[in-house]
């Protein structure tokens, strides 16, 4: 007989925000093969959001659920910590990966976009941390893993809205660390440079069409352009590094930010 795949985090409950599709949903999964019950987040329909959670809740044989909350606005980031808690009883693991991304010249960035690139990357984790935090307390356990960015180590042109929500993220992350230090909670960030997401295959199919290049050597112009590692990082090892931080080993790790990132920002 095989032996049972060990589940380090079995038991514990996580909530993954923007975890519908992406590195967000690479997270819950890795998560769920833990052995962590879910709640996931996103601004899918409801339609969609919910036969996610089953898919998961079915093939690792936790308990799932699915919360619409639009992390644009403070009430609903306390609303789907509030929706966690009544499902669950606590939250022992917050994954802030929800955000947004708007690009353009200092001077011709819409305020507008301004606003929401800074709200949905910075202040929507804030409002959750501050919003779990009470009951992580109380239980003496808990873990909270900041999705940033490589953007929150270094910059880059046409990004300063994301580039100052990535960086005040790690800021946040720091100062949580600081506060709850001997409380058995943990705070880190994780920083990745280029993931082959649904998104970035659309930059790549737009700089093939524009260039004339094959797919292939437009994601090898693109890797080239900042990394010097010329390998996208890939989601399943992101939601690795997390579930690594949410264990026992990763105890006395807190405060730190995690660049995976093929050295782009060894530059």
Known sequence: MLNAVPRPLAGRTALVTGSTRGIGMGIARALAEAGCNLVLNGRSPGQQGEPLADALAATWNVEAHYHAADLRKSSHAERLVAFAQEQFGTVDI????????????VEAFADAYWEEVLWLNLTAAFCTVKAVLPAMRAHGWGRIINIA???G???SINKCAYVAAKHG??????????????DGIT??????GWV????????????AAASGMSPVEARMDLLRAKQP???????ESIGALTVFLCGSHARTITGAAYAMDGGWAAH
């Open 169 to 182: 993220l790690l800021g946040l992350t720091k100062v949580v660390a600081l506060e709850t230090a001997n």
């Open 153 to 155: 180590l270094v910059a």
């Open 229 to 235: 590692m010329h390998e996208f990082s890939s989601i």
């Open 94 to 105: 917050l994954v802030n990966n929800a955000g947004i991304q708007h690009v353009a010249p």
């Open 149 to 151: 960015s490589v953007h």
């Open 196 to 207: 082959l997401t649904e998104l970035v295959q659309r930059q790549v199919k737009a700089r």
């Open 187 to 192: 705070c880190n960030a994780i920083c990745p």
